[in-house]
């Protein structure tokens, strides 16, 4: 064993490349569907093809008779046992939270829905024998309109109605604000419904044993999460249940769900005795993966004609879908925070009003709540700069939060810790060249040119780390907001670490081997990551609203400072020293002032594992866990700037740049960080540009493949700049926020900012998303035919 | 069934299929072959893209009945010995990040790589547009390509 253990430098900041990498490029994977067990079933179901409707009869007899089929059930065959997918988030004391069987037996809410599932030897059997299952409807109305939904008379999707909830928020005095502000705008937007669509479909396979143990694969963010639903809403014992996130290709928040699929796999395998595999087509998933966005959106901003914001009233409609999901109503609540995002003002309200449909369910889709009320605050911010005469970046300067003034308390009472507005800016206007674009668009729009420039500017911050226990509470929320991590130092003096925050394509190995080295000062290849398994890290609160570094890395480092206060005391025993006189330094315990004399934390490990020699009453052993439950969510922050050409004639936009400055605090690995920036930029690009989920008038779902429903290539997307400030968070010791959500929380409100800034002097002050060639053109038409370019009202 | 014989990464295979089996879930379920993922069922994601007979395809809109006498090349065949110079590139540039994706991305990378050896960057994109990624935002696949056309990497 090596004691030459000479400070290396730190792996903390270096662009290490990644361990995941080797497996997932060579093909030697672990998704779900590739999982064979013998006996292997595959389920495949039946689904409603109503948005609205009564079930007169299902009947599954026929379908027992096909070719390989070895059961088929209806949603009665389970009726004792599927209980109701949980929602965890009753926001309200009087929500309204329908029962949501895994499968329909009574009514359908939404195309797709599960009405019934065949059980055969392989998935074209399955596939086949669907056809022979014989349901019956009474179709009902469907309700697909927000704002119609909630009239007196209209269909109701549930008996209770179609509102869940109304929840609101004050703060100052909005009343006053308004009152006494000499300039109040007003606007409508849109969230258009978003599908995810990650790029692995979801799969399950479920396996009981003849003890009644259950493993349940799962290509899921959340496998602790799921465990824990799995037995404190369907009534299994937690002890019998073993969940597994294998490989997992993206979530988004799409695979932040308990589903019904999965509990239907648990109980079917358990029904048959044997393990059963379900792996969606994308065409399936996109109808009953949750959906993502989805709201209307008032907002209404007081200023002085100085550019001082005064006030800012926002009044929300959320669809929720057919049902409440995991955290189905709580996603606008985390937008709630964020309206007033870096600005200063004396008052803010806030109402959201949680309606149903006869869709989809929405839930957490990346950023969940955040890009909805970022996107509204920077496009409003543009709309009072306009109204002013002033520049849009000098009106956010006028009104944001100075580096000199942090840890600030924001009208919307939570407390940012830290941020430097003024330097990204700085930096982003330089990198784009802001003053020689605006002089370009200038001259463009001087020679009438049919193909305008525009800008777009999006100085956002977010809430990630999601989260102090104690405010999901006062939240409503059904959870706490901890992470726990384990390290296991190895007699060899090789380290495990067992993290339960669950990765799906971020990285964690990589990032987490480069925490423990530095605290622990053994090398990065010394160290092995374990997760998602829940035999293996048995305690998790999983991977979601950026928070496995901010809350699970801190925990890692936490569990690595106990390590180490065990070691000193062992040390300490061995080197026949005070423990009081060891120090800890590089990897090596020693005697204060003699480091050459020291062991290396691996020689103490080894010690352990002998343990012949240890002191009266030590525990031999270096291994520790730690759970670590933040004091504060984390704010990581930066301007975006995007520079889009519009063609007037045909409404095509082009992003001809893209700069982004993001502060995302101290970075432990910066090409990691690099690519979750690009990636989320252009997930909110997408949602600016591209995507939209689509229901026709009978509640059908018309965008159900990627044909239709238009998820970027590379050829659809710009070039990205990218750069960072560093204002470490004050909040935790490694000083890090969040970066997950933080590019498409930014980048959407930049390219629709941009778009419109190249319409505004058409009359244009909005163009509703995605920005299309054809929504764009009309916009103009419109613009042109009857001066009605105008948002002031509704839409 | 038909009766086919199809060369997989090297190893041949003689095999009864039924004539509407999709190439993928031959690869994937009769020869054990899960290094090819399945990302859609319109062949728009591209997650599928393996070689036949030198030219990539997606393994979802072939059948494997029209695989027979062909010899196919998937992501867990590229490397020969070494790394394929993409598998490295990929590395290198963080062209990854859930890995999904990549196993169809590299290798429809490989055939544009094959017809065009030092693309431009918009040569690259439009040759890549068939391969959806949610993750990356594309910009590191396009230097990691870059990279392994050799034509250097500058951001």
Redesign the interface.
């Known amino acids: 064993m090596t004691t030459d253990t000479q400070a290396a430098a730190p792996e903390v900041g270096k662009a290490r490349?990644?361990k995941?990498?080797?497996?997932?490029?060579?093909?030697?994977?672990n998704?779900t569907?590739?999982i064979?067990l013998p006996g292997m079933l595959h389920m495949c179901f039946v689904r409603s093809p109503f948005a609205h409707a009564r079930i007169t009869s299902v009947d599954v007899s026929a379908a027992r008779g096909m070719p390989g089929v070895i059961a088929a059930f209806s949603g009665a065959d389970f009726a004792g046992e599927q209980g109701s997918l949980p929602c965890a988030w009753p926001v309200t004391p009087d929500i309204v939270i329908p029962h949501h069987p895994p499968m329909a037996t009574d009514e359908v809410r939404y195309v797709g829905e599960a009405v019934a599932v065949v059980v055969a030897r392989?998935?074209?059997e399955a596939a086949d024998a669907i056809a022979a299952v014989d349901v019956n409807y009474e179709p009902l109305p469907p309700v697909l309109d927000m704002r119609a939904a909630l009239e007196e008379g209209s269909p109701k999707v549930h008996e209770a109605g179609n509102k869940s909830y109304e929840w609101v928020f004050e703060q100052g005095d909005p009343i006053a604000a308004f009152r006494d502000a000499p300039v109040v705008i007003e606007r409508n937007y849109r969230q258009q419904r978003l599908i995810p669509?990650?790029?692995?479909?979801r799969a399950v396979v479920a396996s009981t044993d003849v003890a009644g143990e259950i493993t349940l694969w799962s290509s899921t963010q959340i496998p602790h999460v799921l465990r824990f639903a799995l037995s404190a809403f369907f009534g299994i014992p937690e002890q019998n249940i073993r969940v597994i996130a294998p490989?997992?290709?993206?979530g988004?928040g799409s695979k932040l769900q308990v589903t019904a699929e999965e509990v239907l796999a648990v109980l079917v395998s358990s029904k048959l005795r044997r393990p059963v595999k379900w792996?969606e087509?994308?065409?399936e998933g996109n109808l009953t993966v949750h959906h993502g966005r989805d709201q209307w959106q008032r907002i209404r901003i007081a200023a002085d004609r100085d550019g001082r914001v005064r006030g800012l009233d926002v009044d929300l409609l959320a669809d929720m879908g057919a049902y409440l999901m995991l955290v189905t109503p709580g996603v606008p609540l985390l937008g709630a925070f964020m309206f007033p995002a870096i600005y200063k003002m004396d008052a803010y309200s806030f109402k959201c009003t949680g309606v149903f449909s006869t869709k989809m369910p929405t839930d957490a889709y990346r950023g969940a709540g955040r890009p909805e009320a970022t996107f509204a605050i920077e496009r409003i911010m543009d709309e009072l700069a306009v109204e002013l005469g002033m520049d849009p970046l000098q009106l956010r300067e006028r009104n944001w939060i100075k580096h000199d003034e942090f840890p600030y308390t924001t009208i919307a009472t939570l407390v940012y810790d830290s941020g430097n507005y003024e330097a990204a800016t700085a930096r982003a206007r330089e990198l784009f060249r802001y003053d020689e674009l605006r002089a370009e668009q200038e001259a463009r729009r001087a020679s009438g040119d049919p193909v305008q420039l525009g800008i777009g500017i999006s100085t956002f911050t977010e809430m990630c780390g999601l989260a102090p226990s104690r405010v999901l509470g006062s939240l409503s929320y059904g959870a706490g907001g901890w992470e726990h991590a384990s390290v296991r130092m190895l007699p060899t003096g090789k380290v495990e670490v067992v993290t339960g925050s669950s990765a799906?394509?971020?990285?964690h190995e990589t990032a987490w081997s480069q925490i423990v080295a530095d605290k622990l000062g053994i090398p990065f290849e010394d160290i092995r990551v374990l997760h998602g398994d829940t035999q293996v890290s048995h305690k998790g609160m999983d991977t979601y609203g950026s928070r496995s570094l901010t809350v699970g890395g801190i925990a890692l480092a936490g569990a690595c400072d106990k390590v180490i206060a065990k070691a000193k005391k062992l040390a300490a025993h061995v080197m026949e020293a005070s423990e009081n006189d060891i120090e800890f330094t590089a990897g090596r315990l020693h005697v204060r002032g003699d480091p050459a004399q020291g062991r290396s934390i691996q020689e103490i490990a080894l010690a352990t594992f002998a343990a012949h020699d240890l002191p009266d009453g030590m525990e031999p052993s270096l291994d520790s866990d730690h759970t670590y439950d933040p004091d504060n969510f984390s704010f990581p922050h930066g301007t975006h700037l995007c520079a889009t050409e519009v063609d007037t004639e045909t409404g095509r936009v082009t992003i001809r740049s893209y700069v982004a400055v993001d502060d995302v605090g101290k970075v432990v690995n910066p090409?990691?960080v690099?690519?979750?920036v690009?990636?989320?930029?252009?997930?909110g690009i997408a949602q600016a540009l591209y995507e939209e989920a689509v229901y026709d008038d009978d509640g059908n779902l018309l965008t159900t493949?990627?044909?239709d429903y238009l998820?970027p290539?590379?050829?659809d997307?710009p070039?990205?700049?990218t750069d960072r400030t560093e204002t470490p968070a004050t909040t935790n010791p490694l000083g890090v926020k969040g970066v997950g959500e933080a590019?498409t929380i930014a980048s959407t409100p930049a390219v629709v900012n941009a778009i419109v800034d190249a319409l505004r002097p058409m009359g244009i002050n909005d163009v509703p998303m995605p920005c299309t060639p054809e929504h764009v053109w009309r916009a103009i038409q419109a613009a042109r035919d009857t001066g009605t370019g105008q948002n002031g009202g509704g839409q | 069934m038909a009766s086919i014989t199809v060369t997989v990464d090297g190893v041949k295979y003689s095999d009864e299929v039924e004539p509407r089996l999709l190439l993928v879930h031959y690869l994937r379920e009769r020869l054990g072959k899960t290094g090819t993922p399945v990302g859609c069922d319109t062949s728009n994601c591209g997650a599928c893209t393996v070689h036949m007979n030198g030219v990539s395809v997606k393994s979802c809109a072939v059948l494997a009945v029209q695989a027979d006498g062909a010899e196919i090349t998937t992501i867990e065949g590229l490397a020969n010995g070494e790394w394929h110079p993409l598998q490295e590139a990929f590395k290198t540039e963080h062209a990854l990040q859930c890995g999904y994706c990549t196993p169809g991305m590299i290798m429809a990378a490989a055939d544009l790589l094959r017809t065009n050896s030092h693309p431009s960057d918009e040569e690259i994109r439009d040759g890549l547009e068939g391969n959806l990624c949610r993750c990356t935002g594309y910009e590191n696949i396009v230097r990691a390509v870059r990279r392994a056309a050799g034509a250097g990497v500058t951001p």
Do not use: K
């Open positions: 490349l990644r995941e990498d080797a497996r997932l490029l060579t093909g030697q994977t998704w569907d590739n064979v392989d998935r074209y669509c990650a790029m692995e479909p490989d997992v290709g993206g988004f792996t087509s994308r065409s799906h394509g971020q990285g090409l990691i690099e690519g979750q690009h990636g989320g930029i252009v997930q493949t990627l044909a998820v290539s590379a050829a997307v070039t990205i700049t590019g």
